[in-house]
């Protein structure tokens, strides 16, 4: 039997972009809340319509009532194993950055478009600070009507997609004079020590707090030809 379930994130309500963002809301964005909590069946919505209405809501709070939104569109859809796609979330790299050791911030880079992300860099051995699912998986456990899942960014895409100050250079394997070769290693390395010392962990609390089905997105895996077998690993 194939299980339904959706691949990627999904948009966030503007009642949530904006407020995150710091800009006040319209008429429309409250009217959105109200509809769609209607439509979905979302238990309790005209508190959060209410929130809304006195202003100044808490985003943390926003950031649930996304999640209990985004839940109940994928329910009603039929979606048999479901996720909130991303909703109390930021980036999907910074996220697990941000909850690691190791890594410091070198500025924002280009993705694609006119979509641009933060990009760190990699100091010393990476290791897990704390778990960074847990509280999220935790609260959308207690509010999911079907089976859940949670998404994890694989190690090899947090290595591809970060600059290496570390690995590479520590050992002499990057600058004039070294090949191919000693970069591959350099990565190899540094992408072992994440799932080691930084994925494993994560997903082991996760395992403890009841997570059966886990996810280990990986987007940057076509990023270079010769190193499927690093991603592979």
């Known amino acids: 039997m194939l299980l339904t379930h959706e691949i990627g994130s999904l948009a966030k309500p503007p009642w949530l972009v904006k407020t995150s963002a710091g800009s006040p809301l319209e008429e429309s964005d409250i009217e959105h809340a109200h509809r769609w909590g209607a439509k979905l ?5 005209e508190e959060l319509v209410e929130t809304l209405e006195r202003g100044n809501p808490d985003k943390a709070e926003l950031g649930r009532w996304a999640s209990r939104y985004a839940l109940r569109l ?29 890594f410091e911030p070198r500025g924002t880079v280009r993705s694609f478009d006119n979509k641009y992300y933060s990009k760190s860099a990699v100091t010393a051995e990476p290791s ?30 947090i290595a591809v997609w970060s600059y290496d100050e570390h690995f590479g250079p520590q050992s ?10 000693e970069e591959l290693a350099a990565r190899r390395e540094f992408a072992n020590d994440l799932a080691r ?8 609390s996760l395992i403890e707090l009841g997570a059966k089905w886990i996810q280990i997105d990986e987007p940057g895996a076509s990023t270079e030809a010769d190193e499927l077998d690093i991603f592979v690993e």
């Open 172 to 181: 002499g394997r990057i600058g004039a004079g070294h090949g191919r070769s």
């Open 74 to 102: 994928l329910e009603s859809a039929g979606i048999e194993v479901v996720y909130d796609g991303e909703q109390q979330r930021t980036e999907m790299y910074a996220w697990a950055v941000e909850h690691s050791t190791g």
């Open 128 to 157: 897990l600070r704390e778990p960074y699912h847990n509280d999220e998986f935790a609260f959308l456990q207690s509010v999911a009507n079907h089976d859940l899942k949670i998404p994890v960014t694989g190690a090899y895409t």
């Open 197 to 204: 010392n930084v994925i494993r962990p994560n997903l082991e």
């Open 41 to 45: 069946g979302v238990d309790g919505h």
